[in-house]
């Protein structure tokens, strides 16, 4: 006799736990399903087998390969599409040359099938289904039979008004080999939906056997935990592997340190696996190669191989997949199923019922209150600085912008006016508008400036009339992202504070609804981006621009700014070479490959046609970047630089500059040689900002090619910084690539060091102390002025707000000199991170 193994299913409702492996893969008391039914087939004589693949199929035939270590023959059948039950079965036709029986893959049964075969063998049927009796049918084909077995009813997932039977097919069938003719090749045919209605139809010996023994279809979640206690109850017939210590069965080469008391019921221990002293196991399934540190409790869950549960971790009736990691002192309530290669940092808390796909990232103290899909980690904040940023449709949803809208909403109170606005994105259209939705119903007017620039949108801000403002772009970094920022009243970045109210009360859903008569309303205005040009012109020297002759070559980036800027650049009577100046939603993210090639395009284009200057701008109109008249890339610290040195020479009543604490030393030396203040600033640009705000300075600066002229805004505009630089040229008759060559140079030595966020404070606690009587600056980081290594030297140490890294930024006029701080103080900083 021979045996069909099904094993081509999806898991479907068992996400997360079959994102990486098929449903029959899943283990279940450390041993993957389909193992033992190969095991119970293997017991009752059939060892000749061909299982059905569809989904994930390698997976399957790399474990069992041709079936010599688990102690039979293997074959399998590959379909190239879904046929259905019994047309996955007809693909094996050549190989079922004599009686068969069909099983699952995913199932959990001890049935004794040598009665079943005995069974169909006395009532020479062509087909004998095998039946079980279950509480709740509603999920199974119900069987109706006659007294000599011979099924006469069958109904396929019966409503309860058809439920005429607690007997149900449990998918494994005994056939005769002349059954299959009655199945069309390739074709989708059921055996429950049409095989069984044909044997029906024509009389043809269709039997039902209630079997005898465990039987359980492991379709969702909550079954597959179920079907894990079953085993651990005794309640299923399978053979466990390992020795007994206490009640519980422990594998090969596993070290259980704790006590015996302290393993409580029957527990199952894979092979290779660490229980550390005082760790506490009760009722729960551990995996190979895991390790259970001092202090954790398990309880009631089924932990799979490679991974490790922290110390005085608490997990109660949870899954947990393969090579996860559980940190230190986390809590896991109830009923949540944490997929692959997870990271749970340490002290945070999984609330119930919830699930993490593979390769979540949970941060340090955080507490997840709803279950992660495909989205890339959990964070602790849901801002970074004034934007949230997440994975396009994915964790920026529909859902997502309106609860968003509603909390930012409930911020700015009832009748206020948002201003909202998007770039040209699809999704970011679609967020947009459910951000409006949301703020709608917390009773809020939306003012909706619909496809418009940062720069625009802090322009109308800054009247005053309206509590807030939010803008929704494509991420320039990654166009799998979506970016939504937010503004305060007057245009500003939103503060900490507010940005901390929106969190409290977009996690805590703590947001009114608005009254039907007070739900808010959409206004379209129409002359946002005139006034804007107005205002543009009049703070800019258009004069000496118009009478300059300078040529402009510009890159656009596919972005708004096309839409406005070549108004203003005609009114300025400006030869202009435009690239990628038309709306393109598809580009408006470059990767670092892409943009280095539009720099070296435009580059070409200024020196194929001996302009000026070469200018991109970013897809947001917020930052530019550079090339001077000889195509050189002007990198954007080198940049900052020479800017102040035109605004020094233009302006030489500028009594002050505003730079972030990392922007090069070279500023220090331009600034003293015109007798112009530095004013060192956090590196953001809500601290720019604030300086911009003060009005006491003629400049303020960013690192990254944001630029802010406070005569006009408060904030970087890449179009009115083009306009400046333009302006600067015409008035010291100096290009940039003349300026260039005048000015002092230091040299940088950048690195980033990967550094967990629970060692961040151990390292800056370490660089306080090793730095004390040194000269430093603490705006941002500690900046170090090292003594005896000359003039202009200097290591800014800072740790990343958004990411697990530490920046180090030496610099000196001696390259030599900028290495070996950076050496130094990164073997420093790995010490710190590694030190306990």
């Known amino acids: 006799m021979k045996a069909v193994i099904m094993a081509g299913g999806f898991g479907t409702r068992l996400r997360p736990l079959t994102c990486n492996i098929p449903k029959p893969m899943v283990p279940m008391a450390n041993r993957p399903m389909m193992e033992h039914i190969v095991a119970l087939l293997k017991r009752h004589g059939i060892t000749n087998i061909v299982s059905t693949l569809f989904y994930q199929p390698d997976v399957i035939a790399g474990h069992f390969g041709d079936g010599h270590a688990h102690g039979v023959k293997m074959q399998y059948r590959r379909a190239d599409a879904d046929y259905g039950t019994a047309g996955s079965v007809r693909n094996a036709k050549d190989f079922l040359d004599e009686r068969f029986i069909i099983i699952s893959g995913d199932v959990l049964t001890d049935f004794d099938l040598s009665a079943a075969v005995a069974y169909h063998e006395q009532k020479k049927a062509k087909a004998t289904i095998l039946l079980t009796h279950v509480p709740d049918p509603l999920q199974f084909g119900v069987v109706i039979t006659r007294d000599d077995g011979k099924i006469t009813r069958f109904l396929e997932k019966p409503a309860w008004g058809e439920v005429f039977s607690d007997t149900i097919n449990t998918g494994i069938y005994i056939l005769e080999p002349d059954v299959m003719n009655l199945v069309p090749e390739k074709e989708e045919f059921d055996f429950s939906k049409n095989l069984w209605p044909i044997l029906l139809e024509r009389d043809m010996g269709l039997y039902g056997c209630v079997a005898e023994g465990y039987w359980r279809d492991v379709g969702n979640l909550n079954e597959y935990q179920e079907a894990n206690l079953d085993v651990i109850r005794g309640r299923v017939k399978l053979p466990l592997e390992g020795r007994r210590v206490g009640d519980s069965y422990v594998g090969d080469q596993s070290l259980v340190e704790t006590d015996i008391a302290n393993l409580s019921g029957m527990n199952i221990i894979g092979r290779n696996t660490r229980i550390h002293a ?24 089924v932990i799979w191989s490679g991974t490790q549960i922290g110390a005085k971790a608490e997990l ?51 507490t997840v209150t709803r279950s992660l899909v495909w989205e890339e980690r959990w964070l602790r904040d849901l801002f970074t600085y004034s934007r949230v940023t997440g994975l396009s449709n994915i964790e920026m949803n529909p859902e997502f912008g309106a609860k968003l809208g509603a909390a930012f909403g409930a911020l700015v109170g009832l009748g206020a006016t948002v201003v909202t606005s998007r770039d040209s994105d699809n999704v970011s259209r679609m967020i947009n508008r459910a951000l409006m939705t949301g703020l709608m119903s917390s009773g809020v007017h939306v003012t909706d400036l619909r496809a418009a620039s940062i720069p625009v949108v802090r322009h109308e801000l800054m009247s005053g009339k309206e509590r807030g403002g939010i803008h929704v772009r494509k991420s320039p970094f990654d166009r799998n992202f979506t970016d939504i920022i937010f503004f305060d009243a007057g245009g500003k970045d939103l503060p900490t504070s507010k940005i901390k109210s929106v969190e ?70 400006v030869q202009v070479v435009a690239l990628n100046a038309y709306l393109d939603a598809a580009k408006l993210t470059r990767t670092k490959e892409q943009f280095d090639e539009s720099l070296r395009q435009l580059s070409y284009v200024v020196t194929s046609l001996r302009y000026d200057v070469g200018v991109m701008l970013d897809a947001g109109a917020e930052k530019i970047f550079v090339v001077d008249e000889h195509g050189v890339s002007i990198d954007s610290d080198r940049l900052l630089t020479l800017l102040t040195k035109y605004m020094a020479l233009c302006h030489p009543d500028m009594k002050s500059v505003a730079v972030p604490v990392a922007a090069s030393g070279e500023i220090d030396l331009v600034a003293h040689e015109h007798h112009v203040e530095v004013v060192r600033t956090p590196d953001s640009h809500l601290a720019l900002m604030d300086a911009a705000s003060a009005k006491i300075h003629g400049f303020v600066g960013g690192t990254k090619g944001g630029f802010i002229f406070p005569q006009f805004l408060f904030a970087s505009d890449a179009m009115y910084s083009v306009a400046k630089l333009m302006e600067c040229m015409a008035i010291a008759k100096k290009k940039l690539g003349e300026l260039d060559g005048m000015v002092p140079r230091l040299t940088f030595v950048k690195k980033n060091l990967p550094c967990p966020w629970h060692a961040k404070g151990r390292v800056m606690r370490h660089l306080m102390k090793e730095t004390e009587g040194l000269p430093r600056q603490l705006v941002e980081g500690v900046k170090v002025f090292p003594p005896n290594v000359g003039a202009h030297t200097s290591v800014l140490l800072n740790p990343d707000r958004a990411r697990p890294v530490f920046h180090i930024n030496a610099e000196s006029a001696d390259l030599a000199t900028a290495q070996r701080l950076s050496n130094e103080f990164e073997a420093k900083v790995r010490a710190w991170i590694d030190a306990e």
């Open 504 to 573: 409290r009360l977009f996690f805590g859903e703590d947001f009114p609804r608005a009254s039907y008569d007070k739900v808010g309303t959409i206004h379209f205005p129409e002359r946002a981006t005139e006034a804007y040009i107005e205002r543009f012109l009049a703070a800019v020297n258009t004069s000496v621009i118009r009478n300059s002759g300078l040529k402009l070559v510009i890159d656009y980036s596919h972005g708004i700014a096309s839409t406005v800027f070549p108004n203003i650049l005609g009114d300025m009577n």
């Open 316 to 366: 109660a009736s949870d899954v947990v997949g393969f090579k996860t990691i559980i940190g230190d002192e986390v809590t896991v309530l109830e009923n949540v199923f944490v997929g692959d290669q997870c990271v749970i940092g340490r002290r945070s808390k999984l609330l119930s019922n919830i699930k993490l796909w593979p390769e979540k990232a949970v941060e340090e103290g955080s």
């Open 278 to 301: 005082n760790a506490r196991i009760a009722n729960s399934v551990i995996g190979d190669d895991c390790e259970v540190l001092s202090g954790a409790v398990i309880q009631n869950s």
